[in-house]
């Protein structure tokens, strides 16, 4: 069973346009698949005839098949689009030190970036990534079930998909309970979405009930399979060399897969035969699967079903005109597209005429398709002729009451010419713009062929302008799950739409004679395109963010989170950053207000920043009056300027080469957080970061000092002075000078030392110091309220300088712990056992062992989460850690 037909070598068209290989390519990886040209026009001509819809379900960023994607989509030229329940908010981030709602902004962003590559759309839930769950049980309750389905049914109904694939089963076997979860919603929506009785309320809010045709599951162990397997399963090659790509579908979608870099998911793009899979589990439209779509009518006159005899039967007329038009381009195509342009412009015309005598009596899925096909049309008329927009901002950051020039910029770069082109912006609501200035239109109205026309306008941000938040961050979390706001039209978006979108009209001349613009195909052109910056990297070249709109002034504390240990009755510093974006500058002051039994000093600050882009860093300190009190303390910071405007809030940029660039905000504030906590006396820790975390600052705050070792100082085991070593998340797998270096921390240790390791998720290779098995599929406990046993009570660790128990557990967020040892020799020593409920004793969380004068521990706790959330016990606990004194470990040894 075969996805595609076998190409034959008949022409250079047919063998590029299917997909294989008449004779080779030259590489074209390096050149983008959308915009203007032989593959954009390629690619385009593959989507133009028949209607194909897909959706894929599953629940998290990399659970998608993008072999499958990329196959369908860039293969095929099917519409596809990959529902994730959650934007990854809760894993690990091997790239920096987002988390939480910063790490799901990444993820959505590698998730786009991947889209690009293989082609498909993207939509979410409001579902919340809490972390590793073990049961789909679990996961509906921390997400309702009702709910979520809810939001995977309004997916369905707005994408109309005939055909959806689930990536999960819906049973223990995904492992995952997020997983499970995602399976079962996958299948329960393909049954619900179609019953206009259930969610009712979303009819009225623009959408239909649509009822897709098949269900598939994809063979997850066939995602990189050379061979068929013999499981029931539909074979999709991926492995066919594609023309137009210079490579295969699978090499492409394996590129789209390594855009999830917080993830570690590079993957080699293997050349050679490859298939995935899919296995058909529901049919509404016979169960014989020897094509995906088997049954599934997805010619263009299927779209004319829903209609009376009278407009089906004249609508399909001008349907299979357009057919006609589309052959007729596709034996045009070649390394020129340029001559396939009259058909596709003769195709555009019997779309429009289908779509005006039809009329109101329209169907959706009618309206909705020809619409596709009508967008589709136009981007290859454009590719094909060399006619592309682009709108850029002269700003990339924009603040309320600001001017900007942006520059809408329509280049002919083909051979027709362009006739009477207008330009106009569409701007959100209280916004205005005036054209100040033309270039590079003739005197006759004309853009002559390879010259560009220059739109210039300013544009006006009032002052009252929201700033840039994505739409599911205006509102708080509730609990596990985003909160859409009330316009239905973004709910399931990935992010934003831009703010400001130019689109250019004009007419065609294929001679230049301004004539031939009144005929119909001619006539009536339009492209847009949204807004952006575009700047120079003196050493990279060209690059592109997004242009956002933010505070004029923002204000953020560092620390925002301080742990305060209870026996200190002294005073700590926090800095306050004020950044101005105005283009004047900022004059103002700012003031921290301190709860009850506290102190500031100094009261307020002010500031005077006289230019854009500029910042003050200032220092405040804090203290109490009298007695240290246990518990959470606020400390709100506000900023009022001259003009009497009062900002308290800040802002981070998020911005990694491979995604765009998105702001996420938080209030002015510090939470100090007093806990009784001690650190042994003459303490000093090296910190060897690994792929990110908030260990250095939290050590800081329990009162010990810590270094930071760079490659140089692991290297040449320069650790002179130190007690302690630790070693942060994932380090031996991201720190390849650590890897050669495992000698120098390990005689660090011998020589009186303590080491603690974090958790790895490969193996601790040459750091170990005797057999230590660590890996992906290592024990973990997801459950955070997971009774803890301490196995050795007097053990240093869990008496010195702080007695820890039960409550030292209490309060921990997300989970225990992960990767954790699931085997070791007989020289360590486990501490703990914990587990997860209904499931075995796991001892592996948490090994010391003698090495030479010193000590040694791996631990499995995820104590980097309970430092974002200044969780006390983990503290006491990892004070503890790092106080460890290998004589007292030896004693404790010997007595043992």
């Known amino acids: 069973m075969v996805l595609s037909k076998t190409c034959s070598a008949r022409t250079f068209v047919l063998s590029v346009l299917l997909g294989c290989s008449a004779f080779g390519a030259p590489d074209l990886r390096a050149q983008r698949l959308d915009g203007t040209g032989t593959v954009a026009s390629g690619l385009l001509l593959r989507q133009m005839d028949g209607v ?8 998290h960023p990399d659970d998608e098949d993008t072999g499958l994607l990329t196959a369908l989509a860039r293969g095929r030229g099917a519409e596809t689009a990959y529902l994730a329940l959650t934007r990854g908010d ?4 091997l790239i920096g030190p987002e988390l939480w709602e910063g790490l799901g902004i990444v993820r959505t962003g590698e998730l786009l970036a991947a889209r ?10 409001t579902a919340f990534d809490y972390g590793y769950s073990k049961s789909a049980q679990e996961a509906l309750s921390v997400w309702p079930q009702e709910e979520l389905l809810a939001e995977v049914v309004w997916v369905v109904r707005s994408f109309r998909p005939h055909v959806i694939v689930s990536v999960f089963s819906g049973t223990p076997a995904d492992g995952h309970g997020q997983h499970q979860a995602a399976g079962i919603m996958a299948r329960e929506a393909f049954s619900a979405a179609g019953d206009p009785s259930r969610f009712s309320e979303q009819l009225e809010r623009g959408v239909d009930a649509w009822e897709p045709l098949k269900l598939y599951q994809t063979s997850r162990r066939r995602f990189f399979s050379q061979e068929p397997i013999s499981d029931g399963s539909l074979d999709v090659p991926t492995g066919v060399h594609d023309p137009l790509l210079g490579r295969s579908l699978l090499q492409l979608s394996r590129e789209s897969r390594s855009q999830h870099r917080s993830q570690d998911m590079g993957a080699p793009q293997t050349q050679g035969p490859q298939v995935t899979g899919v296995i058909l589990l529901e049919s509404r439209v016979g169960d014989d699967a020897q094509e995906i779509f088997e049954g599934v009518d997805t010619t263009l006159v299927g779209i004319t079903v829903d209609l009376s005899d009278e407009n089906a039967s004249v609508a399909q007329g001008y349907l299979e005109a357009y057919r006609g038009s589309v052959r007729a381009a596709t034996d045009a195509f070649g390394l020129d597209p340029m001559p396939m342009t009259k058909h596709l412009l003769k195709a555009r015309t019997q779309l429009r005429m289908a779509r005006e005598f039809v009329g109101d009596a329209a169907s959706t899925e009618f309206s909705s398709a020809l619409a596709t096909r009508l967008e589709v ?11 592309s927009f682009d709108v850029r901002s002269v700003d990339d950051l924009l603040v309320p009451g600001q001017t900007v020039v942006v520059q809408a910029q329509l280049w002919n770069g083909g051979g027709l010419t362009l006739i009477g082109p207008e330009t106009e912006l569409s701007l959100p609501v209280g916004w205005t713009s005036s054209l100040v200035e033309v270039r590079g239109v003739s005197a006759e109205g004309t853009i002559a062929p390879g010259d560009l026309a220059v739109f210039t306008y300013q544009v006006e941000v009032p002052v009252d302008a929201n700033v840039s938040r994505q739409y599911y961050l205006r509102e708080p979390r509730n ?7 009330d316009e239905s039209e973004l709910w399931g978006l990935p992010r934003n739409p831009e703010l400001v979108k130019g689109t250019a009209t004009f007419s065609l001349a294929l001679t230049g004679d301004s004539s031939e613009s009144l005929l119909p195909d001619y006539d009536h052109n339009e492209i847009s395109s949204d807004w952006r910056y575009v700047g120079v990297d003196p050493a990279f070249g060209e690059f592109e963010k997004p242009v956002l709109v933010v505070p004029a002034v923002s204000v953020s504390v560092t620390p925002s989170g301080l742990t305060w240990p209870q026996s200190d009755a002294g005073s700590q510093e926090v800095s306050v950053v004020i950044r101005s974006e105005a283009e004047e500058g900022s004059r103002g002051s ?5 709860p009850e039994g506290w102190a500031v000093s100094p009261m307020s600050q002010d500031f005077d920043l006289k230019e854009s882009s500029s910042e003050s860093s200032m220092s405040f300190q804090l203290r109490p009056e009298g007695a240290v009190v246990s518990g959470r303390h606020i400390f709100e910071v506000r900023a009022q300027t001259e003009s009497g405007e009062v900002y308290d809030e800040g802002y981070a940029l998020i911005d990694y080469e491979h995604i765009k660039r998105t702001a996420l905000y938080s209030e002015a504030s510090a939470t100090v957080s007093v806990v009784p906590v001690e650190v042994r006396s003459g303490v000093r820790v090296g910190y060897i970061m690994g792929s990110g975390d908030s260990g250095p600052e939290a050590i800081r705050q329990m009162g010990a000092s810590v270094e930071m070792l760079d490659g140089t100082r692991v290297r040449d085991g320069d650790f002179d002075g130190l007690s302690t070593i630790v ?3 994932r380090a031996y797998e991201t720190r390849a000078d650590l890897q050669s270096a495992s000698a120098q921390v390990l005689d660090f240790a011998r020589s009186g030392g303590t080491v603690i390791v974090q958790y790895n998720r490969g193996t601790l290779g040459s750091l170990a110091p005797w057999d230590l098995t660590v890996g992906r599929g290592s024990p973990r406990v997801s459950d955070e309220t997971a009774p803890v046993r301490i196995i050795e009570p007097d053990a240093p660790i869990f008496t010195s300088p702080n007695r820890i128990g039960d409550a030292d557990f209490d309060g921990w967020v997300q989970e225990r712990g992960l990767y954790f040892a699931s085997g070791w020799d007989d020289r360590y020593t486990p501490l703990l056992v914990l587990n997860d409920p209904g499931e075995e004793p796991r001892f592996g969380s948490m090994l010391a062992t003698e090495v030479g004068d010193g000590v040694f521990v791996y631990t499995g706790l995820s104590f980097f989460r309970q430092w974002a959330d200044q969780v006390p016990g983990a503290y006491r606990f990892f004070a503890n850690l790092i106080s460890l004194d290998p004589k007292e470990w030896r004693l404790f040894s010997a007595r043992k």
């Open 116 to 125: 690009e590559l293989d082609g498909g759309r993207q939509f979410f839930t």
């Open 590 to 594: 700012v003031k921290i207000s301190a």
């Open 479 to 485: 609990g596990a799950r985003y909160v859409w706001p």
């Open 52 to 59: 194909k819809r897909v959706l894929m379900i599953a629940a």
């Open 377 to 387: 049309t136009n981007r290859a008329i454009y590719a094909a002729a060399g006619v």
């Open 727 to 729: 070693l942060g998340v």
């Open 90 to 93: 809760g894993g690990q981030n």
